[in-house]
Every structure is written in C-alpha cells, then in structure tokens.
C-alpha cells in the first residue's frame, strides 16, 4: 500500500484514479473548487499555486507518489488567460518537482500529445514538440521544467475521456449524453488522435510507479482514429443514432485556440516499459460501456456537491 497524493482530485483523471485505487492504497485527493460530498478517500481542500499551501499538504500527507493532475485545461480558456494558465500549468508542477527532488517522492505529471503541431503525426518521444496554443505551450514548458528539476519524474502525454463528476469534461461524454438526448452534434473528420479510457490510464499510470520507470513516455492508446469516428463509435456501442453527428472540418468549429489536426503517438516506449501494448479503441470503449452498464456515471456524478466550477 502507498501513500498517493491526488492533485486535482475533482477533476476527470484525477476523480477516477482516486475511486479506483483508494480502497488498495491510500488515497488523498486534493481539490480547489469542487468540493466533493464525502469521498471514499481523504479530501483535502487547498489552493496549491500558494506555495505555503503546497508545503502544508506535502507536510500532512507525506506521499510517496504525487499524481499531478491538477490543470488549466479549458483550451480556449487559456487563450483569453495565459497568465493564468501559466501559473497553473507551469509554476505548479515545477514546484511539485522541486518538492519531488527534495522529499524523494515519486512525481507523475500529466502533460498532453496538444504539445505537437500535428502537421505529421506518429509523433515519438524524441520528436520536438512544436505548441500552437497557449495551452500548449504551456503543457511542454512543464514537460521541461519538471524533468530539469527532478530528472526521476514520470511526465506521461495523454489524452483521455470517461465519466466526469458534471457529465461535461469529456468528449465521450458529449457524445454520448447529446446523442442519448437525440441532438445532432458536430464531429471533426480531420483530427486524429488516440484517447484512452481514464481508468484505464490511471491503471498505466500505475504501473509505471510500479516499474520504477522515469522520464517522458506517451500514454495513449496504440490505435487513433478521427474525432469523428470517435462520436460514431460511440453511438454504435451504446445503441445510439450515428446519423446525429455530422462530419466537419475543423476549421468549422468556431474555436478559438487552434488545434493540432493529427496527433497520432507513438508508444513503443511504452511498451517497452510495460511490457505489453496499450489498450486500443475497442478495448477502451469497452470499459467506457461496461461502466456505464455498472452505474459508475451515477455513483461519480453523486460526489457533487451543487458548486461546480472548473476544476484547477
């Protein structure tokens, strides 16, 4: 058993690793602006772009592993406050790495594949990143600082969907509640990616404190597909009307940050570490549909508490 700290505990990554691992470790989950209605694990509420705030939860949990999920994510966000954003998605987590460097705990920060321009694709560890948003950049200047400051880190670029404490914070969730709804949606034929199942990265996640691996890894799945595809597999899985989502361009989705239009990764590296391939799309939209049919939504959905902001 571990002691693992959770940062960004009401978020989507950060909630369904701490309800999947808090009964075989010991789980303290740190939230700034959702606060949850009794948790199964500790909940510690603090804001941890105070530093004083840092040092104190640091002091109180003494973990063994940091999983940093805690982010500005909102991409268009970002845009509109890259100071922010700055703050939150570099000046954190190069503090979190300093205190990781100082303390010896393990620290997982989680970055993104939006690191990437997208223009090729099949993007490797060694490729270089070249960001086009704010948030984007701001993900890959952490990448650099935390590594520089505690060469030991996991930093794990992921992309990932699942079942949210609002029902809001994923794309399979926007599929899925639009379409259960019978509402037409938009579905972007030329951006490609490689979503994993969020328990399921947790459970990679995992395992590479396990192994005792470092350094930068890509934690997707091993196949990518259009966001397109994505919507329409959902609605296939779940029984749904595909014919509600409608193909477009991204350069018709009036957003305001741009996005990278390929962002396939490669994960040998992964492999490697693990020993075996990541899920693929079937695999982790199985697990999507088998907690839906468990009643998970519900059960993540029923930690709310009424207040809910966007999660930092």
């Excluded at 500790?42 to 772009?49: C, G, S, Y």
């Excluded at 703050?87 to 989680?110: I, K, M, S, T, Y």
């Amino acid at each position: 058993m571990m002691r693992i700290l959770v940062t960004g505990a009401s978020g989507l990554l950060g909630l369904n690793f701490a309800l999947r691992y808090h009964a075989d470790h010991q789980v303290s989950g740190v939230v700034h602006r959702n606060l949850l209605r009794n948790p199964p694990f500790h909940q510690i509420a603090a804001d941890l772009t105070d530093p004083s705030s840092l040092e104190a939860v640091l002091e109180q949990t003494k973990p063994q592993v940091v999983l940093h999920c805690a982010a500005m994510a909102n991409v268009d966000e970002c845009e509109r406050q890259p100071q922010r954003a700055f703050q939150v998605n570099v000046e954190l987590p190069a503090a979190l790495a300093r205190a990781a460097a100082r303390h010896g705990f393990r620290l997982v920060h989680l970055s993104t594949d939006a690191v990437f321009d997208g223009q090729r694709g099949d993007y490797t560890e060694e490729d270089t990143p070249h960001p086009l948003s704010v948030y984007a950049r701001s993900k890959w200047q952490a990448e650099q600082q935390v590594l520089e400051a505690c060469p030991q880190a996991i930093v794990a670029r992921v992309n990932f969907y699942g079942w949210s404490l609002s029902g809001q914070r994923s794309l399979g969730e926007f599929f899925f509640y639009n379409l259960k709804e019978g509402k037409p949606v938009r579905g972007f034929t030329d951006v490609f990616f490689c979503p994993l199942e969020a328990t399921q990265l947790a459970d990679l996640l995992l395992r590479l404190v396990e192994k005792g691996a470092e350094g930068l890894f890509h934690v997707v799945s091993s196949q990518c597909q259009s966001k397109y595809q994505f919507g329409v597999s959902i609605a296939r899985r779940f029984g749904l009307d595909e014919s509600l989502i409608e193909p477009v361009s991204v350069m018709e989705g009036g957003l305001v940050a741009r996005r990278s239009p390929n962002l396939r990764l490669r994960t040998e590296k992964l492999c490697a570490a693990l020993g075996e391939p990541p899920p693929n799309q079937a695999a982790a939209l199985d697990r999507f549909y088998q907690l839906y049919l468990d009643g998970y939504p519900q059960r993540v959905r029923s930690l709310a508490d009424g207040r809910l902001t966007q999660s930092v």
